[in-house]
């Protein structure tokens, strides 16, 4: 690991990309317009990037639909797909530093986390979907008869994925990859707050020998890029990861257009559930203090409601406590920071929003609170802990995307369950036992697309990734994740 200084210095050399890369080459918007990428740790612009509209997914669209119907990538071998995409993942590994500074000075994620999770994460994401390109095999159905029906995995088209600012390289990753993977020529937006990796991500694309027009990406905001891509009738499919509300006007899009379908991985509000036969109290208030304070709450996987049996709620409390005060915000370029800035001044503004709206509502705080925010210092927060929290509390039901975590404590398991289910999403979960047969009995039971046990977040590119309810359809990872981007063809030869 290299120094603060090391970083530093790589953080005021590195090559910030500012525009936008469209059929292997970097242009700026066709309007000239731009947007400001801010340091959330200095507040200093990083570069002025390229704002791109509906003009720009226009020519995209063209050049990704060109790129497919000319067979270039769609009808390649898969072997060969593969080997280029491997190459991809080899020029990305070579130039895993160079990653890290940039998603951390884009949106303030700590440096140490960049190369322990999600550097290492997006270059396994290339690398396993990459060997799994053909291994997708057809099928024949057992018509009987003289018939013979055969099953296959067609590309579908023009993919486009719209991606979130918190995790900007790992997210892009799990969405373009199967995308690429399948065939599919694919059109990248990420978020206005954090565009710079996956800009670099397109160039190494192009250097790995990827044809051009197969894999673009247009820097830009959600109402225009976003929203243009979304409407377009020649993309065929959406994958988005961001807030319900958006995911919900993205498939009315869908039906505004041309049917496209439309794959959302959405908000998150998820429960942690920590019993009294757990054996080690210690760990799990660790636990349950990475699940909220991680990303600095920036995480749609927080379990950021936290539910205590009351026989243990003192001496969870005080464990829970002495585990949150150890993420200190600081500069995330020092490897021993584990706790950076908020992505911007908005996130400081809704983090402080819900602190407040918690005391009026009767939630009792207990560590962190609302931040004492001074202009050009940074959006740095401290972790936030409200207890006698309930669920009709706003901040309760609501996703924050920060730092701040609600405590409460149940009786029995089955309020428990009850009180994890009382919510409109249905992300994550986590359970706290040493007791088997209830593990498997209280993740059955509740609403949630993952559920972990005895621990948080952990995951693999081999296990799907997403939610229920208000949270989603479709998965990220896995191999589940390419038949979100092939179609089913049946061609039935009467013999």
Request: glycine share 6%.
């Given at each position: 690991m290299k120094t603060y200084d090391q970083w530093q210095q790589l953080a005021d050399t590195?090559?910030?990309?500012?525009?936008?890369?469209?059929?292997?080459?970097?242009?700026?918007?066709?309007?000239?317009?731009?947007?400001?990428?801010?340091?959330?740790?200095?507040?200093?612009?990083?570069?002025?990037?390229?704002?791109?509209?509906?003009?720009?997914?226009?020519?995209?669209?063209?050049?990704?639909?060109?790129?497919?119907?000319?067979?270039?990538?769609?009808?390649?071998?898969?072997?060969?797909?593969?080997?280029?995409?491997?190459?991809?993942?080899?020029?990305?590994?070579?130039?895993?530093?160079?990653?890290a500074v940039l998603d951390t000075l884009d949106m303030g994620k700590s440096i140490s986390e960049m190369l322990a999770i999600d550097v290492p994460d997006s270059i396994d994401c290339m690398r396993w979907t990459a060997e799994g390109i053909d291994k997708l095999y057809g099928e024949i159905a057992p018509t009987g008869g003289p018939n013979l029906a055969l099953i296959s995995h067609e590309p579908i088209g023009v993919v486009a994925a719209?991606?979130?600012?918190?995790?900007?390289?790992?997210?892009?990753?799990?969405?373009?990859?199967?995308?690429?993977?399948?065939?599919?020529?694919?059109?990248?937006?990420?978020?206005?707050?954090?565009?710079?990796?996956?800009?670099?991500?397109?160039?190494?694309?192009?250097?790995?020998g990827m044809p051009d027009g197969v894999f673009n990406v247009l820097p830009g905001f959600g109402h225009t890029a976003g929203k243009a891509l979304a409407l377009h009738n020649d993309v065929q499919v959406l994958a988005f990861t961001g807030s319900t509300r958006v995911a919900g006007m993205l498939m009315q899009y869908s039906g505004q257009s041309n049917l496209k379908r439309v794959w959302i991985e959405a908000g998150g509000k998820s429960p942690c559930l920590v019993f009294d036969d757990y054996e080690d109290?210690?760990?799990?208030?660790?636990?349950?203090?990475?699940?909220?304070?991680?990303?600095?709450?920036?995480?749609?996987?927080?379990?950021?409601?936290?539910?205590?049996?009351?026989?243990?709620?003192?001496?969870?409390?005080?464990?829970?406590?002495?585990?949150?005060k150890k993420y200190v915000p600081g500069n995330p370029l020092d490897p021993n920071t584990n706790m950076g800035p908020l992505v911007d001044k908005n996130q400081m503004d809704t983090m402080t929003r819900f602190v407040n709206s918690?005391?009026?509502?009767?939630?009792?705080?207990?560590?962190?609170?609302?931040?004492?925010?001074?202009?050009?210092?940074?959006?740095?927060?401290?972790?936030?802990?409200?207890?006698?929290?309930?669920?009709?509390?706003?901040?309760?039901?609501?996703?924050?995307?920060?730092?701040v975590l609600a405590v409460s404590t149940f009786d029995t398991e089955e309020q428990a369950i009850a009180l994890a289910n009382d919510s409109q999403y249905g992300l994550g979960a986590a359970i706290w036992t040493s007791n088997l047969s209830r593990a498997h009995r209280v993740s059955r039971r509740l609403e949630s697309g993952m559920v972990w046990v005895n621990t948080w977040g952990d995951g693999d590119t081999t296990v799907p990734f997403g939610g229920v309810k208000a949270s989603g359809n479709g998965r990220d990872k896995s191999l589940h994740a390419m038949e979100k981007y092939t179609e089913l063809k049946n061609v039935w030869i009467r013999l």
């Open positions: 590195v090559a910030i990309p500012d525009k936008a890369y469209i059929n292997g080459q970097f242009v700026p918007a066709l309007s000239g317009e731009t947007f400001d990428c801010v340091n959330p740790t200095t507040e200093q612009c990083l570069a002025k990037v390229a704002s791109t509209d509906a003009a720009d997914v226009d020519l995209a669209v063209s050049a990704a639909k060109k790129a497919f119907k000319s067979g270039v990538w769609s009808q390649m071998a898969p072997r060969d797909r593969k080997n280029i995409m491997l190459k991809w993942a080899d020029l990305v590994s070579q130039h895993q530093d160079e990653f719209i991606t979130p600012w918190n995790y900007p390289l790992m997210m892009a990753s799990w969405k373009i990859m199967p995308a690429l993977a399948a065939g599919n020529s694919v059109i990248l937006k990420p978020s206005e707050k954090s565009p710079l990796s996956v800009l670099r991500l397109a160039e190494l694309a192009t250097q790995a109290i210690e760990k799990a208030a660790q636990g349950a203090a990475a699940a909220i304070f991680t990303n600095q709450g920036e995480v749609c996987i927080a379990c950021s409601r936290l539910y205590v049996q009351s026989s243990i709620k003192d001496v969870f409390m005080a464990a829970l406590l002495k585990a949150a918690a005391k009026e509502e009767g939630a009792r705080l207990v560590l962190g609170g609302a931040p004492n925010y001074q202009a050009g210092q940074g959006f740095f927060v401290e972790p936030t802990i409200f207890v006698d929290a309930e669920n009709r509390m706003e901040f309760v039901r609501e996703e924050i995307f920060g730092p």
